[in-house]
């Protein structure tokens, strides 16, 4: 990370895919793009209006951060903003953001290069889910539900996982997806989006650290957290969700990078 060649910041953030399934997001990429010390770093967080996402936030101004929250809807994440502001909160700003539409992007990175010249920390915590949630499988590891063998190992392989074979596979449960083929393909049938997503998002952050060895970017599972996104069936509250990303976000220089934590324990992507 020291020493690295840094592309310019509006670059930086439209190079970066988020989740390609609707679906809601177990797990959260964070990059950290320029290591300073917790307390001077700028830290963008997406899907920040509510929930996990805006007590990330909270957790991050806390220990010093300058704090950029995103959300699709204005007015809500201005919302948002002014709670943070009346719990004694100063070093938060508001920039709108929908991840899906490139123009809002590049509006944000226009933003920050104005602004800030740079970016330290992007934590990728937007998602939306789609019409059902099984809670066992929230509760639970997502790689058992993918039963064929052939593909999990495609996802777990680094050495030979590319981002156009990850493109490539995503595609594929896409169209058997629609061909009504999921299971005579070895793809899961039980909140199938949301379950190759999740694998999806893993092999991707590998994909990202191998290919940008001088950034930290690993992505962690919260747990299954209380929100309105699961109707409130989680067990644990949004202060335990964001420990982990928060976690993640103020690693020191030289952490290890493409991993898969547990809150805040590295686990294994098997």
Do not use: W
């Given at each position: 990370m020291e020493g690295a060649t840094h592309k310019p910041t509006s670059q930086r953030i439209r190079?970066?895919?988020c989740d390609p399934l609707d679906c809601n997001s177990?797990?959260?990429?964070?990059?950290?793009?320029?290591?300073?010390?917790?307390?001077g770093r700028i830290?963008?967080?997406?899907?920040?209006?509510?929930?996990?996402?805006?007590?990330?936030?909270?957790?991050?101004?806390?220990?010093?951060?300058?704090?950029?929250?995103?959300?699709?809807?204005?007015?809500r994440g201005l919302?948002?903003?002014?709670?943070?502001?009346?719990?004694?909160?100063?070093?938060?700003?508001?920039?709108?953001?929908?991840?899906?539409?490139?123009?809002?992007?590049?509006?944000?990175?226009?933003?920050?290069?104005?602004?800030f010249g740079k970016l330290d920390v992007l934590v990728n915590n937007a998602a939306v889910h789609g019409v059902g949630l099984d809670t066992q499988i929230l509760g639970s590891s997502v790689r058992e539900y993918i039963p064929d063998g052939k593909i999990k190992e495609e996802m777990r392989n680094i050495d030979v996982l590319s981002e156009d074979r990850l493109d490539e596979l995503l595609q594929s449960f896409l169209n058997d997806f629609k061909g009504g083929k999921l299971e005579e393909n070895g793809w899961p049938t039980r909140v199938s989006a949301y379950v190759v997503s999740k694998v999806a998002v893993s092999a991707y952050t590998r994909i990202l650290a191998k290919k940008y060895p001088?950034?930290?970017?690993?992505?962690?599972?919260?747990?299954?957290?209380?929100?309105?996104?699961?109707?409130?069936?989680?067990?644990?509250?949004?202060?335990?969700?964001?420990?982990?990303?928060?976690?993640?976000?103020?690693?020191?220089?030289?952490?290890?990078?493409?991993?898969?934590?547990?809150?805040?324990?590295?686990?294994?992507?098997?």
């Open positions: 190079s970066f895919r177990l797990e959260c990429l964070i990059l950290i793009l320029h290591p300073h010390p917790c307390s830290v963008l967080v997406t899907g920040a209006n509510k929930g996990i996402g805006l007590e990330t936030c909270r957790q991050l101004l806390s220990k010093g951060a300058t704090v950029i929250l995103t959300a699709r809807d204005e007015q919302a948002a903003v002014r709670n943070l502001q009346a719990s004694g909160a100063s070093d938060v700003l508001f920039h709108q953001l929908d991840v899906t539409d490139s123009a809002s992007v590049s509006s944000l990175a226009g933003f920050i290069h104005d602004q001088k950034f930290c970017i690993n992505c962690v599972n919260p747990g299954f957290v209380k929100t309105d996104m699961n109707y409130n069936f989680g067990e644990l509250p949004v202060e335990v969700g964001a420990q982990g990303p928060v976690f993640l976000a103020m690693l020191p220089d030289g952490s290890p990078s493409g991993h898969f934590y547990d809150l805040e324990e590295m686990s294994s992507f098997e």
